[in-house]
């Protein structure tokens, strides 16, 4: 039997789970509200708070899991990519926990854990697939030929998709976060209402960066004509906005799609969680004959029972690292 402790720390959300021989027993997650304050992640505030969060956060993991902590037989932990102080509270308690417990180290790339996400439950996808992963920080489409042989096939080149939603949102005056409430305005909106633009950008890469400014001139010289323009309209912008952001990431990915010829089709991430990507991937997985994957909502955004399956799967090839390790603010799938 294998026990693995998986704790997750990239970002703003402290998360901790027990996977016992691939299943997942528990998948604690501490949210910080401090930041809504400020509009978005304060990374010195993000800090604190997962100093304040995980003693508490894999204490209730354990718990709930039935387990006790000499059950777990490795500790497998965020390295990167994120917000290296948020990171190198998780690294250390890990090299901590690890180191007393005399037990192994294992390195886990969140990317490649938004990924492995899939493997959490069934139906799971057949190698290769393609996975689209977009959150806050990056927008990528991977080919997935194993575990952990992944190829990058395209990514942004400026924005991710998940920064598009909540800079739009500042740009609506929506409180933060930001991508779950235009989510929420979208479906009662009309999304042909407002014309956006598609970039033209090579290949199989994205930039938000262009549709961004597109969205602040549009609102801006709509409020010039009507002052009150965002309030009689909240709900048809939010539903433009959603469908071109959605749009512009199922075009590129039908585009992988024919040009790999992979029919196993998943998405990844915290974007991933959004309804309108998530009703229209299945639409266009219908449409092109596609087995489409989406994750659970809890398995969408930052979780630590990503990590620990991906722990998992280290674990059965024995490759861990030692006290030496450090974490990396940036790394690449």
């Known amino acids: 039997m294998a026990v693995i402790l998986g704790i997750e720390s990239s970002c703003d959300e402290t998360s901790a789970s027990i996977c016992i021989d ?3 027993k528990s998948n604690i997650i501490a949210g910080q509200a401090i930041h809504a304050n400020y509009g978005g992640v ?10 304040q969060n995980i003693i508490p956060t894999v204490d209730q993991a354990i718990q709930q899991a039935k387990i006790n902590k000499n ?3 490795a500790v497998a932990f965020t390295r990167g ?3 290296l102080g948020s990171l190198l509270v998780g690294t250390s308690f890990a090299k901590s926990f690890a180191l007393a417990q005399n037990i192994p180290l294992i390195e886990v790339n ?3 854990a938004h990924i492995l996400a899939h493997f959490i439950e069934d139906p799971k996808p057949a190698f290769p697939f393609l996975c689209l992963t977009v959150s806050g920080g990056h927008t990528q489409i991977v080919l997935v030929k194993d575990y952990f042989d992944m190829e990058l096939l395209g ?3 400026d924005d991710a998709a998940g920064e598009a939603f909540d800079k739009t949102a500042k740009i609506l005056n929506l409180p933060y976060p930001g991508g779950p409430l235009i989510d929420k305005y979208a479906k009662e909106g009309n999304p042909l209402a407002f014309a956006l633009p598609e970039p033209q950008i090579a290949d199989l890469n994205f930039s938000f960066s262009g549709l961004k400014t597109a969205i602040l001139y549009m609102v801006q010289a709509q409020e010039k004509e009507n ?3 965002l309030a009689e309209n909240m709900a048809d912008v939010c539903a433009s906005v959603q469908q071109r952001i959605v749009t512009i990431l199922l075009n590129k990915l039908k585009k992988a799609a024919k040009q790999t010829g992979v029919k196993d089709i998943a998405i990844a991430g915290g974007v991933s969680a959004n ?3 998530r009703s229209g991937l299945v639409a266009m997985g219908e449409k092109y004959k596609w087995n489409v994957f989406i994750p659970k909502f809890e398995y969408c955004t930052d979780n630590a029972a990503m990590i620990a399956i991906a722990g998992y799967q280290k674990f059965l090839k024995s490759d861990f690292v030692g006290q030496d390790i450090s974490p990396l603010a940036r790394m690449h799938v």
């Open 22 to 24: 691939g299943e997942i």
């Open 42 to 51: 304060v990374p010195e505030l993000a800090s604190r708070a997962h100093q």
């Open 71 to 73: 059950d777990i037989d």
């Open 81 to 83: 990519p994120g917000l």
């Open 110 to 112: 969140h990317m490649q």
């Open 155 to 157: 990514q942004t080149l």
């Open 227 to 229: 002052p009150n323009f």
């Open 275 to 277: 309804s309108g990507l």
